[in-house]
């Protein structure tokens, strides 16, 4: 079983719907939980990290962590064309540095 | 301010040839890492330094991979000999401090490496 598990989609949505991305994990250490977003031939770039368990919102993306269900998700409102592309979840644990990635759920926002 | 430079972007090499990639990071940054991603899996990271020493290599195959940071700025990233499965994108990233919280990671743009 991986670590952290990820849905690789496809998903397609129109343009305007909100988008719910989601990750489960196994590792209880995982203490700091980010999203990135990867376009074609790109590498990540970061979207939103969160620590422990909560919300955090940032214009039209809004990250949750529910550590009780090893759970978490990324919300995208009003999403756009613009938006399309694979998103990864990440973790890690404290004190342990390196990232562990989901494999990726690939976004495609219909105009 | 620059990103993270990675060259070549693409690379086709044959099984049991060699291969090198080469990584500059963003200016300041002590740590360095290289990550392998696998066509639909996410990046899996290979080797982390912090400066010019190694932080973790657990997960570098050392039988054909090495890597290097000299005077803890660039770093290369060697195969040899390749196989098929090492058929992925090179991803090197840096953060400026080797602790999660704060420091963000910036990934450079990868090295895609075709074995046929």
């Known amino acids: 079983q991986k670590e952290v598990e990820q849905d690789p989609g496809p998903l397609s949505v129109p343009e305007g719907a909100i988008v719910s991305l989601n990750c489960t994990y196994s590792n209880s250490a995982f203490q700091y939980f980010m999203w990135y977003r990867q376009y074609s031939r790109k590498g990540p770039e970061l979207l939103m990290y969160?620590?422990?368990?909560g919300n955090k919102e940032d214009g039209r993306f809004t990250a949750q962590v529910d550590k009780s269900s090893k759970y978490i998700s990324l919300f995208i409102r009003d999403s756009q064309p613009s938006d399309s592309a694979t998103y990864l979840c990440?973790?890690?644990?404290?004190?342990?540095?390196?990232?562990?990635f989901g494999s990726g759920t690939r976004l495609q926002v219909q105009p | 301010e620059a990103g993270v430079a990675q060259s070549p972007r693409y690379k086709i090499i044959e099984k049991r040839q060699s291969v090198a990639f080469w990584c500059n990071p963003i200016s300041g940054h002590a740590t360095l890492y290289w990550y392998q991603q696998i066509l639909g899996q996410g990046p899996k990271l290979l080797i982390q330094?912090?400066?010019?020493?190694?932080?973790?290599d657990s997960q570098l195959p050392k039988d054909r991979f090495s890597a290097e940071r000299l005077k803890g700025v660039d770093s290369t990233l060697k195969i040899q000999p390749a196989k098929l499965e090492d058929s992925a994108v090179y991803l090197c990233?840096?953060?400026?401090?080797?602790?999660?919280?704060?420091?963000?990671?910036?990934f450079g743009e990868g090295s895609w490496l075709t074995v046929v």
């Open positions: 969160t620590y422990s368990s």
């Open positions: 330094f912090q400066n010019n020493g190694v932080v973790d």
């Open positions: 990233a840096s953060s400026l401090g080797g602790g999660t919280w704060g420091n963000t990671i910036y």
């Open positions: 990440a973790m890690s644990a404290t004190g342990r540095r390196a990232l562990t």
